[in-house]
């Protein structure tokens, strides 16, 4: 038979592990991101952690010792109606849902309601807890998003080529539709290449960070006037108007993607502009947070954007002209916006409904 004192010294070692182990637990719920709150038996809220104050904006005076009815009305008043038809959360027995706040922020909360269970098998209260999925929530919403649009985008020029080649392969035509046919098919394989590799590129820049752009200290100035040049090739009624300063400093970049850069810039200003009006090409300089940036400037006299139209600049295949008059596939902006942000630079757009286009690639200046 153990003797008092050794009984003692067992009682006094197994409350000291029980306080050890009570005060890692209230550590590690405290430094958790996710929130936590515990009832007990009598329904009555005992504890609450930090993070689900922070998620709610509740107070922790309002709550503890405060019965699980008035829990459930405290948060019913922060839910988004527009989207909760069930106002009742807390429900007999272990739950899982989603519940949508509208305040303090519009919130999308997973809670998982599970009951605490005794050494004896006997139900102690319950343990809610609330993970905000909100971020998942919206990512999986644009990955459906863009996959609807990305999948019609593709369609429209597929039917075309299956379409026409159908026709040829059918129909005996003279030589002069048999080519106009052809040329439409060669027209949308063109489309379909340039959305694909438009794609390709913006998936690779995105996983890869610019790990595999080539950067070497250089002047924009050739990149630029190539870039002019080749424009005028591909669209013969409009001209840019070059009117830069004396001096081209030297700045970090990959020759290919600054080059890509300005032919897509340049690019949407001549479809964007009517025929036989200038695109005028002007550079500057300028400080921002104490460094010196040096901008490249596109202006065009097209249809400009409504506030509406200006709000979704950028976002992956929107296209402020949707008739489908004007060829492109919506995700020009976005490449060039990637491919900038990677070279520590920034875009700048100024629009106006009918008044065209300036748009400005800003590019931290080595050295002069």
Request: charged letters at 25%; glycine letters at 6%; proline letters at 2%.
């Amino acid at each position: 038979e153990k003797s008092y004192g050794e009984l003692n010294n067992s009682q006094a070692e197994m409350e000291h592990k029980i306080t050890e182990r009570t005060r890692e637990l209230n550590t590690i719920l405290i430094l958790s991101p996710d929130g936590f709150v515990l009832s007990n038996t009598d329904n009555n809220v005992v504890y609450i952690n930090p993070a689900f104050l922070t998620m709610t904006g509740l107070k922790a005076d309002t709550l503890i010792g405060k019965s699980t009815h008035i829990f459930n009305e405290l948060m019913v008043s922060l839910f988004d109606s527009k989207k909760m038809n069930n106002i009742e959360f807390i429900n007999k027995g272990d739950t899982q849902q989603l519940i949508y706040l509208s305040r303090p922020a519009s919130r999308i909360l997973h809670v998982n309601i599970k009951t605490l269970l005794g050494l004896k098998g006997k139900a102690e209260g319950y343990v809610f807890y609330f993970r905000d999925v909100t971020h998942e929530k919206e990512v999986d919403r644009m990955k459906s998003e863009f996959l609807s649009t990305a999948a019609h985008e593709l369609r429209t020029p597929l039917a075309s080529i299956y379409g026409f080649s159908e026709l040829l392969k059918h129909r005996d035509y003279d030589k002069k539709v048999s080519h106009e046919i052809i040329e439409t098919i060669h027209r949308q394989s063109g489309n379909l290449k340039k959305l694909l590799d438009e794609l390709l590129d913006l998936s690779r820049i995105e996983a890869r960070a610019g790990k595999d752009f080539n950067m070497a200290n250089n002047s924009l100035e050739e990149i630029v006037k190539q870039s002019c040049t080749e424009t005028e090739g591909a669209f013969t009624d409009h001209k840019v108007d070059i009117q830069t300063l004396k001096y081209w400093p030297t700045l970090t970049f990959d020759d290919d993607k600054m080059r890509q850069v300005f032919i897509n810039l340049l690019s949407n200003a001549c479809k964007y502009s009517p025929d036989h009006k200038y695109v005028i090409l002007t550079t500057s300089e300028r400080k921002k947070n104490g460094y010196r940036q040096f901008g490249v400037s596109i202006t065009d006299k097209g249809i400009g954007m409504t506030p509406h139209q200006f709000s979704h600049l950028g976002v992956r295949f929107y296209r402020a002209d949707n008739s489908g008059a004007t060829p492109g596939s919506g995700l020009g902006v976005s490449l060039v916006k990637e491919i900038v942000s990677i070279h520590a630079g920034e875009v700048e757009f100024v629009t106006a409904q009918g008044k065209g286009m300036v748009v400005t690639v800003w590019l931290p200046i080595v050295k002069s």
